[in-house]
């Protein structure tokens, strides 16, 4: 991972994020971007103003992190989520990083804005910070539903962080449970059948990285136990694979989208279709 890029909108939200990805760029001893869009609709001399007072903030934020990190500092004009998709594949970064808006602490649902928009047209991973950063990410939860997608996005992040503790949750249906009611054979042929496939799925990522996935196979509905294991385990960084149909979006309540997105229960990475 090569290149990285931060966008902030000078909040303390986007604070977390920038921290975050210095750290990320330590750890990968990567180059690093910090982008700010200014909206190109306000009046040209706030514009001007607005340029000069964010590349302030930037360098008063950058004070307080000691780190050998080379770092960019990009201030554009234009539409948010254009510019920054615009800015990851201009310059080809590897991993875009973004905070929380403040829209959250309103109350205001972020969907249809920046993180939503990025979520739906970038091919790049997106991490999406949450917390403060006080570690690298240690316990990462991933959810896998067999999906090329999904296969996608373990493979990337256990690369990414190969020193983590991994767990990957599958759920399944047991088939034809209105015929068979509360069959206990066609429930441990579908355990069977899922539990096989996670196998083979896993073997050569555990063997090609030297780690240890913890893995988690339950019946059920993958909203409701997604959450349920969120809880639990309390993971630092949540794995989501996003193809052409975004993974959240097979949910059946649509509410459980924007609940990830809008305000996540922990840093969340989203991997997008290669």
Known sequence: MKKI???????????????????????????????????????????????????????????????????????VEGNAYEQILKASYEEDFDLLVVGIHRHVDSNQPVIGQVIQRLVNFSHKPIIIVRNRYEKSYDKILSSIDFTNSSIISLKFAVKSFVKANFSLIHTYQVPFMGIAGSSSVISDQAKKASEDNLNEITQDIEEKYQVKINKIIKKGHIANILFEELEYLKPDLLVIGCSEKHFLARFADSSIMDQVLSDPPCDVLIVGKK
Do not use: M, W
């Open 5 to 75: 890029l931060v966008t902030t909108d000078l909040s303390a939200r986007s604070d977390r994020a920038v921290l975050r990805a210095i750290k990320l760029a330590e750890e990968f001893n990567s180059k690093l971007t910090i982008l700010h869009v200014i909206d190109d609709q306000i009046p040209r001399g706030l514009i001007d103003s607005s340029r000069s007072i964010a590349k302030d903030e930037i360098k008063n934020c950058l004070k307080d992190y000691n780190s050998d990190v080379k770092i960019t500092i990009k201030i």
